[in-house]
């Protein structure tokens, strides 16, 4: 059974930011994911109890918006990443715009979020794609 939750403090900080760092994802550290879950702002994903994928749901004052951040899928190929996804876009506060901003080449997350309903602006830094979210 699938089930997508808020991360908890004192244990899935600790299992998330262990993952991140054996992943050596360059865009998620071991603080930013422990600052996340402690801001609530953290969500994962379970099959069978077991954390398949994690993001997060981050609100940026200085842009006025929320940004879908280090979204990270531990098991490729099943549909996690798109579930995840998903959930953090029914999820944020409707009021301020819903941004995210991947790697140009992370080909798999550009899909999921154009799938989505999300629309590419435009590349910055030679490297990002700035993506807003329609509802």
Known sequence: MIKIRQARRGMDDIILSHMAEQRQ???ITPNQVQ????????????????????????YCPKYH?????????????RGF???????????????FPLICTPWENNTAM????????????YIFN???CMYEYRK
């Not at 998903?86 to 506060?93: A, E, F, S």
């Open 126 to 128: 030679t490297k990002w």
């Open 110 to 121: 550009r899909h999921i979020l154009e799938n989505e309903g999300f629309e590419m602006k």
């Open 25 to 27: 994802i360059s865009y």
């Open 35 to 58: 600052d996340d879950v402690r801001h609530n702002y953290c969500y994962v994903l379970t099959e069978n109890k077991k954390i398949k994928a994690f993001g997060s749901l981050v």
């Open 65 to 77: 918006n929320w940004a879908i951040k280090r979204v990270c899928v531990l098991e490729k190929g």
């Open 81 to 95: 990443g798109k579930q995840i996804v998903n959930y953090l876009c029914h999820h944020h506060y409707a009021s």
